[in-house]
């Protein structure tokens, strides 16, 4: 062969090798692309997705606040930092059903409240059925929206709202069932009341929890359990999956046992607790994952917030099972999103319901009533419960 | 004047004593609550002597003196009193207790609704000065400042509360006003019509002369049945506080009129007499349109029906809220809507219900009074026949000469279906009975479905597999809370893991989880164990869910529609077809067969009787159907008492037992109700007809 043609030969040889590297390189970095595009600005993805007790609106945040005796909807005004029902008439006692604010226990659940586009949404069950109602922002008119699915006056319902479309889910499921069950995310029009379920998951002892909206992307978690009877251990898996709300697909983000989540779409991150590892970060197109905050005999596994500065990570969750001792405390770890601790908040035994919260306030509830933490003042170590009631 | 002589004869006078003696044993009894005439006495009598010595002293002293364990005159007259008469004694004391912590809260009260309107405007989601809710709350601090001046006082309001809250007047004064018109309009059925139509005064005047006769006879009826009432109530409750405020009443502390209690009587009067008007206005105009004075009553009966249904299950926030408000239900409900506050209106447009009813009563009476007048005048009495009807006439003709053929028994059949439009009652019937078959079903949860099926499965007489079952996962749960003790001591001495504590912890949690969805299988057991012991019965363990649908709590509103509808439809039917006889005369040639008249009557009586068990077998057949596919009928053969809100319950009836005696005994009701119509109707024809010999 001349030199020449062995030249040739050596430099396409070269070619290919190159192009089969760079093919090579860009096939590990490929990976599961999870970017969220532009949020829609009413996800309000801050809060606990299964205690969703509170909304935030234009001025304010509604709530429901069960005293024992009456359920009412009540509004936390931010100027004036109080609450009043949800009620326009000056002379009601707020006790019984001519009042706008008063919800009839006997039908309604105590959770969830939900504020989208100038309506409150909570829930109701009549006749063993779950149904949507909305609530004129001033508590006028209320109508039912749609059927959700069977209910055994449990607050057991979730949802999520976005683009007109309600997604909904109980976020109870099967657990403790003999038997196995399809998890289902049902999508209703708002409109006219439509459904369809976009999300099937067949297992034993499983549940769909803690979804949230993230631009075009709806992330939500499957629980799973299962009990070796002899040796009495437990094996609880949390799967991490999104749905793609334009092309309707659902995948799984990951293997791990993710507890929980939370997405900044400006910096296209996502951040994720690991039962037993801590909290990791990750560019939403699978990249540079890293564990930035390590889990402790306090923080074993965690419910987490994100309120756009600031992570907020409960160790409300398993962690606290150890509560059977008394040794670790229950408490809220505050972290940058490089996981530097900025502040620390003890619930104590006294708050009994954690909300999370916006880039404004982190609420809460103690003896019944709603309280909250003025978020400015995090990162002093200071920081006091206040009665919003 | 020969109008009125003709409606108000010696008939309506006695029908009209009736109704008056029959309203006032009514208020009678319904305020006396089951109490006797001299119970009645007794406390009227402690609570006017409790308010003499109190009524000169100022709220807060007397409130401080109106105590048994204060040395005080109501104490000494206390202790004098014997035990029983103590117990009323006392009662009386703490009604009137309750109305001095009224009195001393109530300025406050009207002060605070002025803070409330001001605190609301301020509220951002109130705060839009061109929505209803702004304008609202400013109208209601203003409404009540009407009353800020107000001064309430210790009186004995029995009288009056009494009065105020009591409903049948309205009731009975418009079923009167039906029978007023019923009457009136009994040209309709005697050939009378024709000539009235040729009135020589002209039908408009006419129109106009019955348009004033209604007008009276409302306001007669309503006024003698109010007044009669009320002195009934001031006679029984020997006093009338009818100069103080009427605020002195604890339900009317949201009244935002200064009046006394006599002005808000004469008040409450007047909105009275304008519903009554309205409604038989109304009636009238219904009259008028349709042509058969028993198919209008029917048909108002149904409207009433509906307009029931629509006030029970329209919440008051809805948005079709506006269906409770404006019905006729709630207009007969008069103090209801005239003593409550409330506002109504879009915008910046505010007005109190008490004068949306005022309004749209005016507009209905004059709408009706107009269409009722407008009817009379231009309404033949004969029909012009169109081309299709007289095929119709032929083919009937045609179908009259095949039915000659027919036996007696299917002749009767077709008098009470076809002749008598019996066949419209049984469609309607038939439409109610598929709707309310399913009301208020249920759906039920993968959950409850769950153990449903294991009811089904395992349940029954033994159940040893799910006592196994619930044994076993509290045995479980047991194991793991002690098995989560056990390793937190050994990781407080540094021997476990907290990935292992956190495992036993999750362990228990879920296992706490499993227990408690088998917990109504523990509640079920003990109930099973406890009436075992108690009534020595072996239940069977058996779900409750279903048969609370079928013949339980939920069943109440299925149940007493279904039974209601047939037995409307049954009256209708039975008695039209009597009717029909004496109304075309056909009583005569019927009366000279020559069977005799008892082979007749036998005959129709059987079909009657015929007819009754068919649509009996029908309504009650679906509604065991529906029932048996919507929830299934497991374990009829189970004791009755299995069920727990059967307990107590005869304990030799099965289930099975239970749903054949309640059928049963409806479908004696039901032929009792036949046998009734068909004895009455006849004996009212009877005498009718040898009264216009």
Redesign the interface.
């Given at each position: 062969m001349s030199k020449k043609i062995k030249y040739i030969v050596a430099v396409v040889l070269a070619a290919v090798v190159c192009v089969a590297v760079i093919f090579t390189i860009n096939r590990k970095k490929s990976g599961i692309n999870m970017n969220v595009g532009e949020l829609s600005g009413n996800e309000q993805n801050y809060w606990n997705p299964d205690i969703h007790s509170i909304s935030k609106a234009e001025n304010g945040y509604y709530y429901l606040h069960y005293d024992g005796k009456d359920l009412l909807v009540k509004y936390f005004d931010e100027s004036s930092k109080s609450s009043v029902p949800v009620c326009a008439k000056a002379e009601c006692s707020h006790n019984s059903k001519t009042c706008n604010a008063w919800l009839d226990t006997d039908e309604y659940l105590s959770s969830p409240i939900y504020y989208y586009k100038n309506n409150i949404y909570v829930v109701r069950v009549e006749g063993g059925m779950a149904k949507l109602v909305s609530i004129k922002a001033d508590g006028s008119d209320r109508k039912d929206v749609a059927n959700l699915f069977a209910n055994d006056r449990i607050t057991s319902i979730s949802m999520v709202f976005h683009n007109g479309y309600v997604y909904a889910y109980d976020h109870i499921g099967h657990i403790g069932s003999s038997e196995s069950g399809k998890e289902i995310i049902k999508k209703i029009n708002i409109s006219d009341g439509n459904s369809q379920d976009i999300v099937e998951y067949e297992g034993e002892n499983s549940a769909v929890m803690g979804a949230r909206s993230y631009g075009d992307k709806l992330f939500y978690k499957i629980f799973q359990y299962s009990v070796n009877k002899q040796t009495l251990k437990a094996n609880m898996n949390f799967q991490l999956y999104y749905y793609d709300y334009t092309d309707g697909e659902n995948k799984k983000v990951s293997d791990m046992n993710i507890c929980d989540f939370c997405v900044d779409a400006d910096n296209g991150m996502l951040y994720y607790f690991v039962v037993g590892k801590g909290l990791y970060s990750q560019s939403l197109d699978g990249q540079n994952n890293k564990l930035i905050y390590k889990a402790s005999e306090n923080m074993v596994s965690a419910v987490m917030s994100y309120d756009g500065r600031y992570i907020y990570m409960s160790n409300g969750g398993m962690g606290s099972t150890t509560d059977l001792s008394k040794t670790v405390e229950r408490e809220i770890q505050v972290v940058d999103t490089t996981g530097k601790q900025i502040d620390t908040i003890k619930l104590g035994n006294e708050i009994e319901n954690l909300y999370f919260g916006d880039e404004k306030y982190l609420f809460g509830t103690k003896s019944d009533k709603l309280v909250y933490i003025d978020k400015s003042s995090l990162g002093n170590g200071a920081c006091v419960w206040e009665n919003a009631e | 004047m020969e109008e009125f002589k003709r409606v108000f004869g010696i008939k309506f006078i006695m029908v009209f004593t009736v109704t008056v003696l029959l309203n006032i044993g009514l208020f009678v009894y319904s305020s006396s609550e089951g109490k006797s005439m001299s119970d009645i006495r007794q406390e009227t009598h402690y609570r006017q002597w409790i308010i003499g010595e109190l009524s000169d002293m100022q709220p807060e002293e007397a409130l401080e003196i109106a105590d048994i364990q204060s040395d005080s005159v109501i104490k000494r007259k206390y202790d004098e009193l014997e035990s029983e008469e103590q117990t009323v004694y006392s009662r009386q004391l703490n009604k009137i207790k309750e109305q001095l912590e009224y009195i001393i809260k109530y300025p406050e009260d009207i002060k605070n609704?002025?803070n409330?309107?001001d605190?609301?405007k301020?509220?951002?989601?109130?705060a839009d000065k061109n929505?209803?809710?702004?304008n609202?709350?400013q109208k209601?601090?203003k409404d009540?400042k009407r009353v800020e001046g107000v001064q309430l006082y210790l009186t004995d309001n029995k009288a009056v509360s009494g009065f105020v809250t009591y409903y049948y007047i309205y009731y009975l004064a418009l079923i009167l006003n039906v029978f007023v018109l019923y009457e009136l309009f009994g040209e309709r059925e005697n050939g009378m019509w024709c000539i009235v139509h040729t009135s020589k005064s002209g039908r408009a005047k006419l129109a106009f002369n019955r348009t004033m006769i209604i007008t009276a006879s409302a306001f007669i009826i309503t006024g003698i049945l109010f007044f009669t009432t009320f002195l009934t109530s001031f006679i029984l409750y020997k006093t009338a506080s009818i100069n103080a405020p009427i605020q002195n009443i604890e339900s009317f502390s949201?009244f935002s009129l200064p009046m006394s209690q006599l002005q808000y009587i004469i008040y409450d009067f007047l909105y009275s007499f304008c519903a009554v008007l309205t409604l038989t206005a109304i009636v009238w105009m219904a009259f008028v349109f349709i042509r058969h004075r028993n198919i209008a009553v029917t048909v108002i009966a149904v409207f009433m029906g509906v307009e029931m249904f629509l006030y029970q299950k329209i919440?008051?926030?809805?948005?079709?809220?506006i269906f409770k408000q404006i019905n006729l239900i709630r207009l007969l409900k008069v103090n209801d809507i005239i003593s409550?506050?409330?506002n109504r209106g879009k915008g910046t447009f505010v007005v109190s219900e008490s004068n949306i009813m005022l309004t749209v009563t005016t507009v209905l009476f004059i709408a009706a009074c107009a269409g009722g007048i407008l009817g009379t005048v231009y309404m033949r009495p004969e029909q012009k026949k169109s081309v299709i009807a007289r095929i119709a006439d032929k083919i009937w003709e045609m179908y009259q000469h095949l039915l000659s053929g027919y036996s007696i028994t299917a002749k009767e059949f077709h008098k009470l279906l076809i002749t008598g439009r019996g066949l419209i009652v049984i469609g309607v019937l038939a439409i109610l009975a598929v709707y309310f078959v399913r009301y208020?079903?249920?759906?039920?949860?993968?959950?409850?479905k769950?153990l449903d099926n294991i009811y089904i499965t395992n349940g029954g007489k033994e159940y040893h597999y799910i006592t196994d079952m619930v044994n076993e996962r509290l045995n479980?749960y047991q194991?793991?809370v002690k098995?989560?003790?056990d390793c937190?001591v050994r990781?407080?001495a540094g021997e476990a893991t907290?990935?292992e504590?956190?495992?036993?912890?999750?362990?228990?949690?879920?296992?706490a989880?499993?227990l408690?969805?088998v917990s109504e299988f523990m509640k079920k057991q003990e109930y099973l164990q406890e009436i075992n012991e108690k009534y020595g019965v072996d239940g069977y363990m058996i779900s409750d869910r279903g048969y609370e649908e079928i013949f339980g709590k939920y069943s109440i509103i299925r149940e007493a529609v279904l039974f209601l509808a047939l037995a409307a439809a049954i009256i209708l039917i039975v008695a039209e077809n009597i009717v029909l006889e004496y109304r075309t005369g056909m009583n005569y040639i019927i009366n000279a067969s020559r069977h005799g008249r008892c082979w007749i009557q036998i005959h129709r009586a059987l079909t009657g009787v015929m007819l009754t068990i068919i649509l009996f077998c029908f309504i009650y057949g679906m509604d065991m159907y529906t029932m048996y596919t919507m929830y299934g009928m497991p374990y009829l053969e189970a004791p009755l008492m299995s069920l727990t809100f059967m307990e107590g319950c005869n304990p030799s009836f099965t289930i099975g037992q239970w749903i054949i005696i309640r059928l049963v005994k409806r479908f004696v009701v039901i032929l009792q109700i036949y046998i009734a119509t068909y004895v009455i109707t006849n004996v009212v024809m009877v005498v009718r007809k040898e009264k216009t010999y």
């Open positions: - | 609704i002025q409330n309107a605190t609301l301020s509220f951002s989601i109130f929505s209803f809710t702004y609202n709350i209601t601090a009540f949201r919440q008051p926030q809805s948005v079709y809220g409550t506050y409330a208020g079903q249920m759906t039920f949860s993968d959950g409850t769950e479980d194991c793991a098995d989560a003790q937190m990781y407080n907290l990935e504590v956190t495992e036993s912890s999750s362990t228990v949690s879920l296992y989880v499993k408690g969805r």
